[in-house]
């Protein structure tokens, strides 16, 4: 058996739409993904292996704004994976917003200064991080800071589905179908003549 080159299209592009070239992840593309994310060395915060993959138009924001950033310029099939410093796993925290509390909803006799954290349990059931930033005598100024705030964040992603919605070219990535059992071969040898 003699090796062939893979057939060429033009511009990358085959009959059925599919792309036979490098797609590379560029703003504007619809991309599906499966990943996780967790909490350096800890816990799993996101993860498709429970939710399933998930598919989001690149550049729109609506990805953690540096993963997006570390997908840029992938190709499907790519798999990966790298760290986010804290820095950049959310906004910086004076575009947090704010919020006056009354001084005898903190508890008595904790400290009450300029840049104490303290944990509170949001209305929703989740934690909310609240930062003192300004001590009043009847109320106190926080900065409401979500969870992750001031921790580094893990991944892993892997790049499953390209498509690109001006030119509706698709790079996928097809699993390769499963080995046949040796049994449903039923392949017999025989002698060679000579």
């Known amino acids: 058996m003699r090796y062939r080159e893979p057939t060429q299209f033009p511009l990358g592009a085959r009959g ?9 992840i ?3 593309n619809s991309v599906r993904i499966e990943y996780e994310i ?3 060395g800890g816990d799993v915060i996101e993860s498709s292996a429970k939710s399933g993959p998930i ?12 993963l997006e950033k570390r997908l840029e310029g992938r190709a ?28 005898r909803e903190f508890p008595a006799g904790a400290p009450v200064e300029v840049g104490t954290l303290f944990e509170a349990q949001a209305a929703a059931g989740g934690v909310l991080n609240l930062r003192i930033i300004e001590v009043h005598d009847d109320r106190i100024r926080v900065r409401l800071l979500p969870p992750l705030a001031g921790k580094d964040l893990e991944f892993s992603v892997k790049i499953i589905r390209i498509e690109d919605p001006v ?10 179908p499963p080995p046949l ?6 392949i017999e040898l025989e002698p060679a003549d000579d």
């Not at 790519?78 to 001084?103: L, Q």
């Not at 059992?181 to 039923?186: E, N, V």
């Open 76 to 103: 499907a099939g790519e798999s990966f994976k790298g760290e986010i410093p804290a820095s950049e796993a959310i906004p910086p925290e004076d575009t947090m917003p704010t919020r006056d509390i009354p001084r």
């Open 181 to 186: 059992p040796a049994g449903a071969l039923k």
């Open 167 to 176: 030119s509706h070219l698709v790079a996928v990535v097809k699993k390769p």
């Open 55 to 66: 598919q989001y138009t690149h550049g729109e924001g609506k990805l953690l704004p540096a």
């Open 16 to 24: 059925d739409g599919l792309y036979c070239g490098v797609m590379k």
């Open 26 to 28: 560029s703003a504007g």
């Open 38 to 40: 967790r909490v350096k």
